[in-house]
């Protein structure tokens, strides 16, 4: 369920707290020009529960660099730890193939902490027929 509230909004980007699960919900752009607001409502977790949940089924494109953001959410790369001293967990819902397809290529889907939700029909299960965009 997402909230009313926008954590950031600039017309290209929109990303919503969501309160069952407790995460985010990300719609729109990610790139060059909305990594800072993306940087800054990933920011609000960084010290957060221990279990994240990240909607991804709005986002019609994103950049490496953003991608990589959300899944650094995780703490993997830098120590970083949640409230009982384990890699967070994040959980990627919906997300689009193309995206999903690239998380697998670059290893990112292996990241300690990272789950990618592929339930059939879910965005980001293989066959799914949704496309996302993203920029090498």
């Known amino acids: 369920m997402t909230s009313d509230c926008a954590v950031y ?10 309160d069952d699960p407790p995460g985010l919900a990300i719609a729109g752009e990610i790139d060059e020009s909305t990594y800072e607001g993306l940087i800054n409502a990933l920011g609000k977790y960084a010290r957060g529960p221990d279990e994240i949940h990240v909607s991804m089924g709005g986002v019609s494109y994103c950049d490496l660099a953003g991608l990589r953001a959300i899944v650094c959410v995780t703490g993997a790369d830098s120590g970083a730890r949640g409230n009982d001293g384990d890699t967070r967990r994040v959980v990627l819902h919906e997300v689009p193939a193309q995206l999903a397809t690239v998380l697998r290529i670059v290893g990112w889907d292996a990241t300690p902490g990272l789950a990618v939700d592929q339930r059939p029909g879910s965005a980001g299960a293989q066959g799914s027929g949704r496309h996302g965009s993203v920029a090498w």
């Open 9 to 18: 909004d600039d017309g290209v980007l929109r990303i919503t707290n969501t």
